[in-house]
């Protein structure tokens, strides 16, 4: 069986196209789990850990909806003619989207299957919105005003 790679990723982090969209990384399957899930970042005590820490994979998997988008990712993944390819994309990449690809990294290896992870933006500062809400800024950039 041919090893299944995954993709974390922040919508807010990626280059645009000409119409101003975000270009996710290519895919078989694109999730976006900005509307999804809950930004699980609203817990305080996980502010500055990533996805890649056991208690912000914790406060992800108690996001409703979060278990079922999980169990349905795997499956999707298990199809004989499955993906090769998932990418899971959040505002930042820093919570969520990182936090649910080491998830199902989890599940899929538990499954026998060989994985490969790429983080693109989960070392960068959690981005932050202003309250105006229509831009955004990161930590660094908020401190030094």
């Given at each position: 069986?041919?090893?299944?790679?995954?993709?974390?990723?922040?919508?807010?982090?990626?280059?645009?196209?000409p119409?101003?969209?975000?270009?996710?990384?290519?895919?078989?399957?694109?999730e976006?789990?900005?509307?999804?899930?809950?930004?699980?970042?609203?817990?305080?005590?996980?502010?500055?850990?990533?996805?890649?820490?056991?208690?912000?994979?914790?406060?992800?998997?108690?996001?409703?909806?979060?278990?079922?988008?999980?169990?349905?990712?795997?499956?999707?993944?298990d199809?004989?003619?499955?993906?090769?390819?998932?990418?899971?994309?959040?505002?930042?990449?820093?919570?969520?989207?990182?936090?649910?690809?080491?998830?199902?990294a989890?599940?899929?290896?538990?499954?026998?299957?060989?994985?490969?992870?790429?983080?693109?933006?989960?070392?960068?500062?959690?981005?932050?919105?202003?309250?105006?809400?229509?831009?955004?800024?990161?930590?660094?950039q908020?401190?030094?005003?």
């Amino acid at each position: 069986m041919r090893p299944i790679y995954l993709t974390s990723f922040g919508y807010l982090h990626l280059p645009t196209s000409p119409d101003g969209s975000p270009v996710p990384p290519a895919a078989d399957r694109i999730e976006d789990v900005r509307d999804r899930l809950r930004d699980p970042a609203a817990a305080r005590d996980i502010l500055d850990l990533d996805g890649l820490n056991p208690r912000v994979q914790e406060v992800v998997l108690a996001t409703p909806g979060a278990r079922e988008l999980l169990a349905n990712l795997a499956d999707y993944a298990d199809l004989p003619a499955g993906p090769s390819r998932i990418a899971i994309g959040c505002a930042g990449g820093r919570h969520r989207a990182s936090g649910l690809t080491e998830l199902l990294a989890r599940e899929l290896r538990a499954r026998g299957r060989e994985v490969v992870v790429e983080h693109l933006h989960v070392h960068l500062p959690r981005v932050l919105k202003t309250p105006a809400g229509s831009r955004t800024a990161n930590t660094e950039q908020e401190t030094a005003r």
